[in-house]
Structure formats: structure tokens, C-alpha cells
């Protein structure tokens, strides 16, 4: 399985590629940045890397001249992608010897039907590499072989006064003779299993055209199901819509049952048609999804229609009971005259308490000014400051007295207070009893 190296800054980019080329067969390895990228091909490959122009910290342009300046990653293909696709940006391509540049957002299958290109042009310049390497090594070969034979050499008569000397030098020629032999012998073998190789590698380069000429095919029927799932896009966004509209028109029933019909209807078609378009499975699941909603929401009305008939019952109850709560609210109205009476008889103890309150605050300023009398007077100072302890002493426990009564009062207020809601909600209860037993009276 070939492997492709996405590497986009945009998460939602990432996803997008993602999806579109495990679908189309491909592993797929995201990186957020370039500095990222980088450093997964510094410890693995990849068979093509689609890279993003623009990037907070390296842009595409960057990435793709790091990939060309390494021998190593030198021959992966480099598929740049931008928002913006123009003359510029191309010239910036070819300078840094990008494979090619894809507009985003991606237009149906342009981007597997490019890198599945770019992936057959990585196959042929290896299949035509090794086809020049098995040559030159076939070439070498043979000039091997030429320069271990020796040339000939034409006879040259010798005098009769050196045949003893030739005699002697005849042994070591013949040595040598078989060593070019044996030489020419290995060269041979060599040979023959460089052509075994050429004719591997041949049927395998004809093994993978056939397999290209497949992936011709698999590719025109990728692009048929990408139409079939456009379509079934299509289809369900009519789905979701009468969806939507189940959802704003609840209260009419039966049409609601009619349209989950033809909704289940063509839920079962899309579930037809998924047997042969596996792309389409997440999206069918997402109907069944909307539907089984639309199912438990049309349930929820049922439910709530039940609750509206046991509450008409229980309106029948409250006629009885409306009986008992007039009996209840004459009780708390004579309850909240005793209150109010309890409250003026607080409110009057409260004014006694503020007049007691306002001589002390009185006979407390003139203590005080007997108090500022006594600091110019030094020598009656003593016998004022006791005085004036004990009229302190008097000051808090009349304090203390109104603090207490203040919070009797208030307590009673608030007592008050509390009753005169209640009798108000209780009588606001009855008259809209009052008023439903009038309506249902007039009806009947």
C-alpha cells in the first residue's frame, strides 16, 4: 500500500485529505507543520508528500527544496497545494522542483487522480532506471570481456638460434592462455545471469504496465462511484431537509407519518445501492441516525399528548379540591388578620422603642457634651468618667433592647409578607379554577 505524506496546517485540510485517500486505497500520515514533516522523512518515507504553500513555519516551497537537497528523499514526488493558483506561485513551483500544484478546496477526485499519477511516474522512472542500470551493467559486461582477450598476434618466424629460448617460454604462455579462459568463462556465467536479471526485470516491468493499465480502471470506476456518491449526497441533503421540516411541523401527525415513510423508503434505496458503493456507508448511517430522531421526537409528541389528556383528568380533580382551598384561604384570611393585628401591635411597641431610642440618643449627645465639658475640666474628671461608664453601660442595654425588638418586628413583617402571598397565589389559583369551571360549565 502506498503511502502518502499530507502535511497542512489547516486541520480541517488534513481531514479532508485524508478521508479522500484512505477511500481511495492509500495510507495516509498527517503533519500540522513543516518542521514536522521533516522530521518523520528523517527517520521514514514516504511514496508522495502533498504539502501546503503556505505554513506558520516553513512554507511548501521550503519543504520541497529540503526533499530535493537530500539524496535519500530525492525522488518522492512533492505535490503542492494552494488556495490561490497562479503564474507566480507556478514559477515557484518549478523553482524548487515541485511535481505539480493542486488548488484547494479539492474539486471531486482531482486529488487521488493526481496523486495516483504521480505515483505511476515514480513506477516508470524506477522501471526505466533499472532498465539503464541492467544495461551498463551489461555494457560493462562485455567490454570486460573484450579487454580480458587479448589481440591477436600473427606468427613471426624466429631464427634456429633462439628455438631453445621459445621452447622455454612456451609453458608460461600456455598458463596464461587458461587463466583468459577461465576469466572468459566467469565473464559468460556473469552474463548469463545478467540477462536472467533483464528478463526478470522485463516481466516485471510488463507486470506493472499491466497493473498501471488496472489501476487505469480502478481509477475511472473511482471516479463512477464518486459520482454515484455525490448523488447519494445529494439525495440524503434532500433527506436532512425533509428532516428538518418533520422537526418544525410536529403537531401534524399524519403528515409527519407520511414523510418518515417515504423517508424510510429511500433509506432503504441508499442501503441498496451501499452494497456496491462502500463510500456511501457513513452516510447512510447518518440517515438512520436522523430518522431514528425523528422516530423518538415523534414519540416525545405522543408522550406529551398522553401527559395533556392526564392533566384534563386532573383537572376534574381540582374542581373537587377547589372546595378545600376556598375553606384554606378563609382560614389564612382570618390567620392574616391576626397578623395584621399582631403587626400594629409590633409596629406601636416599635415606635415606643424608636421614642425610648430617640431621648437616649438625646440624653447620649448630652452626655457627650457633658463629656467635652469634663475634658476642660481636669480636676472633675474622675468623678465624670465613672458617671459617664455607667450611663455607657445604660446606652447598650437599651441598644441591646431595640436590636431585639427591631428583629421581633421584622420577623412579623416578613410573616406577613409570607402570608400575603400565599393568600394572593391561592386566590389567583381559585380564580382561574373559577374561570375553567365557568368555561366548561358554558360548554356543557
Known sequence: MSKILVVDDSIAVRKVAERLLIEAGFEVVLAANGDEALAYLANDEADVIVCDVIMPDKSGYEVCASVRNQPRLAAIPVLLISGIVNDEVTQQAQACRADGVLKKPFQGTSLRDTVSELLARKQARATAASSDAESDLREDAVSLHQEEIPPARSPVPEPPAVSSAHEECQEPAEQETLAIRENLRLTADRLSEVESLLHAERDRAKDLADRVIELEKEVGRAREMERLLEDERRRTSELES???????????????????????????????????????????????????????????????????????????????????????????????????????????????????????????????????????????????????????????????????????????????????????????????????????????
Open 242 to 444: 425533509k428532516v428538518t421540516g418533520l422537526e418544525e411541523e410536529l403537531s401534524r401527525i399524519p403528515q409527519l407519518e407520511s414523510l418518515l415513510q417515504e423517508a424510510r423508503e429511500s433509506a432503504e434505496t441508499t442501503r441498496r445501492d451501499a452494497s456496491a458503493l462502500k463510500q456511501a456507508q457513513e452516510t447512510i448511517a447518518q440517515l438512520e441516525a436522523a430518522l431514528h430522531t425523528e422516530q423518538a421526537s415523534a414519540a416525545q409528541l405522543v408522550q406529551q399528548m398522553t401527559e395533556l389528556e392526564e392533566q384534563a383528568a386532573r383537572g376534574k380533580d381540582a374542581e373537587s379540591a377547589l372546595t378545600r382551598e376556598r375553606e384554606r384561604c378563609a382560614e389564612l384570611e382570618r390567620k392574616a388578620n391576626d397578623a395584621e393585628a399582631l403587626l400594629l401591635v409590633a409596629k406601636a411597641k416599635l415606635e415606643e422603642v424608636e421614642s425610648e431610642l430617640a431621648s437616649e440618643r438625646r440624653m447620649r449627645e448630652e452626655y457627650e457634651r457633658r463629656l467635652s465639658e469634663s475634658e476642660a475640666r481636669a480636676t472633675k474628671m474622675q468623678g465624670l468618667k465613672v458617671l459617664l461608664s455607667a450611663e455607657r453601660e445604660r446606652s447598650a442595654e437599651i441598644a441591646q433592647k431595640l436590636a431585639e425588638t427591631e428583629w421581633v418586628a421584622m420577623n412579623a413583617t416578613r410573616r406577613l409578607e409570607e402570608i400575603g402571598s400565599k393568600l394572593r397565589e391561592i386566590a389567583s389559583a381559585a380564580s382561574e379554577l373559577s374561570k375553567e369551571i365557568g368555561e366548561r360549565g358554558a360548554t356543557t
